[in-house]
C-alpha cells in the first residue's frame, strides 16, 4: 500500500508509481516503441486518453473511498463517464488505428 494511502499504486520490476499520468506513460513504454499508443496515436491522442483519464478520477475516488460522498457526486460521475462514452464512440479509443 501506498504510505500517502494514494490509488493507483503500480510497482514492476521494483519500481513504484502513483501517479496514474506516470502510469500510463510507463506502461506505454513498456512493449517498445512498435506497441507505443503515443507512437501511434500521437502527442494530441496521448494527451486525449491522459485527460479522459484524468476526468474519472477525481469523481470516482470520492464515491468509492469518502463516506461523505452525495448523490451529487453521483451525478458528477454519471456526466463524466457520458462524456467519456461521447468520445470513444469510433472503433478505437482515440483515431483510426489499431495495432
Known sequence: MDPMGKVPWLVHRGQK????????????????PKASLFRICGAEGFKKALDMSNSIAGPRSKLCFSSEATKEDAD?????LSNIDKEIQGPYLVGTYTF
Open 17 to 32: 508509481m502513483i501517479d496514474s499520468c506516470s502510469i500510463m506513460r510507463y506502461v506505454d513504454e513498456l512493449k517498445g
Open 76 to 80: 458528477v460521475f454519471k456526466m463524466v
